[in-house]
DNA sequence: ATAATAGTGTCTTTTAGACACTATCGT
DNA sequence: ACGATAGTGTCTAAAAGACACTATTAT
């Protein structure tokens, strides 16, 4: 990288770190069909065991922005190096890190992003990746894991971001197919907030004919008209239902606390 | 791809803005005592003629984070030197800006916070400085100008922003004294966010009584356990309140839309 | 008495919560 | 028939919303 000398000589790009959540889902053996466990991950890359600082530590995924690339794309070329993730997906940005101290090696901010990824989106990273260089951690294991630099911090700032989000916007149909049930939707829910329980009778009920979250997801149909059903979960077809484009400024899973 | 040692050097910190709002009171004529009348404003300050970009408009105010200075610090900084103000007031950290073509000199990050300050920690600004370089606009005014930079959308951002923590958060206790009244509380939040209207009978009932919302404000005190009151706003004197420490995790002011 | 804000009371509708119950399907 | 999930119905309690009413104070 060249850089022309100037009053105070200065990168062309910020040091981006991106957590990259997704859920994962562990059938249950049985004979009938059961829900799956379902379990909410984060990658990890290991630095290698050469590097200058924290050498051999497992980290989130990150890396300087390019010239002529803003912070944003940055974030997705990050994400498409790791797990080859191209797609529709939402990154957003958390926050930005800098004090005295926090790189041994010097000036080094980080901007922080994260982004839900569907779990069938990571199909091919088992196979394409070395599981010891680049692999998903259940969050918990992470959180209790000795990260690189400060990325503990920040990986629990994410998930508090994330959590937050979950029950006060939308984002709950990342993790989602287009398609979904309302036990999926609950489960996604208590996936990223455990502390979230509830009838999910009452849950269904509340969400579907209040008036403040009327709207907020409909039935799918077939192309004739007809309610579309699933039986990925039971043996007993359930409705399946999609998010409209309405974003509730509340809590929009019930109206009180969670 | 993990961070790389840097192969050129670089400035030790950080382009650090900050949206500094403030909601000030207009007494309304009348021969008794009326509820004054409030209006969000932002502080804004005129760059210098000779500026190399943008010279002579008005901007957020900003500057570099220094050597041995967190970005958090930098922005404590800042409002000092252009207010005075050295008091608990909370600066919370909104977003980061880096985009090639930013800045026209060349590379120039952004890292954007916001204050809510008190009016009455501002009432040394009028005197202290030149109104022609720092002063107060009304957000709607100041939206409308044209702002160095890409300021306008900063500011955009921050209002959003502090838009949003006002119907979700105990963001409000930043505008109003320690002890206030139903009223004055309810005035801060529609002077922030318009739409939100209620029935103040009602308001204060939601507010007190139901259980997710219990505890967050409670009735002050005197000395010997009298309830205090205050005529400031009326002939008769009202109750005053205090915030507790209760953060709720939902819009705590009603449970519905806003 | 009046103007202004403070505060109470009551009635109706909506929402929340508990929980028992029925339905469907593959094995 | 059974296991599992899907979905319905009902009763009670809590909360929201509309709105009329009373209270207090300086002038």
């Known amino acids: 990288m060249t850089h022309q000398p100037q009053q105070y000589r200065s990168p062309d790009g910020l040091p981006v770190d991106i957590a990259i959540f997704t859920i994962t889902s562990h ?3 049985g004979n009938y069909r059961m829900l799956a466990d379902r379990r909410l991950d984060v990658l ?5 065991a050469s590097s200058e600082a924290f050498p051999g530590c497992w980290a989130l995924p990150g890396g300087f ?10 974030a997705y070329r990050e994400l498409k190096e790791e797990t080859n993730v191209d797609r529709d997906v939402t ?3 958390i926050k930005t890190v800098y004090y005295p101290g926090r790189d041994p090696r010097g000036w080094m901010p980080s901007v922080l992003y994260c982004t839900l990824v569907k779990e069938a989106y990571l199909l091919k990273l088992a196979a394409d990746t070395d599981a010891d260089e ?4 259940p969050l918990d294991e992470a959180l209790k894991m000795k990260l690189a630099f400060d ?3 920040l990986l629990q700032d994410a998930l508090n971001y994330v959590q937050t989000k979950m029950m006060t916007t939308t984002i709950a149909k990342q993790f989602l197919p287009e398609e979904f049930t309302i036990r999926e939707l609950y489960q996604v829910i208590q996936t990223v907030v455990p502390s979230f329980e509830e009838d999910i009778a009452n849950f269904k009920r509340n969400l579907m004919t209040t008036k403040a979250r009327q709207g907020l997801i409909r039935e799918a149909v077939t192309a004739d008209g007809q309610p579309k059903t699933t039986d990925r979960n039971s043996n007993r ?7 409209t484009d309405y974003e509730p400024r509340i809590s929009i899973y019930n109206s009180g606390l969670f």
């Open 27 to 29: 059938a249950k053996l």
């Open 44 to 48: 990890l890359v290991r630095r290698s």
């Open 65 to 74: 922005s390019k010239e002529g690339e803003t912070l944003l794309e940055a």
């Open 91 to 93: 990154i957003e940005q």
């Open 134 to 137: 680049v692999r998903l951690f």
């Open 151 to 153: 990325h503990n911090e």
């Open 237 to 243: 077809p359930a409705q399946l239902y999609v998010y």
